[in-house]
């Protein structure tokens, strides 16, 4: 059998904690800052985890996910 292929750009922003959670940056971040509120700032910055309805999508693209080292 073939091997099943990485979806590059899938792997370049998903990263999979050590307990097996999917984590991804937030959007609205990359521009337009200044007259973003410093709290809204501080809560896009962080990166949170992915809903569970697009757990199964984005695990079925990153096929030999173990966890981010």
């Given at each position: ?67 981010a080292?």
């Amino acid at each position: 059998m073939p091997k099943m292929k990485t979806h590059k750009s899938a792997a370049k922003r998903y990263k999979v904690t050590a307990t097996g959670k999917i984590v991804r940056r937030q959007a609205g971040i990359g521009h337009l800052l200044q007259h973003k509120s410093a709290s809204r700032k501080r809560r896009i910055f962080k990166t949170i985890s992915i809903s569970k309805s697009h757990f199964k999508l984005i695990s079925n693209e990153l096929p030999y996910r173990k966890y981010a080292r």
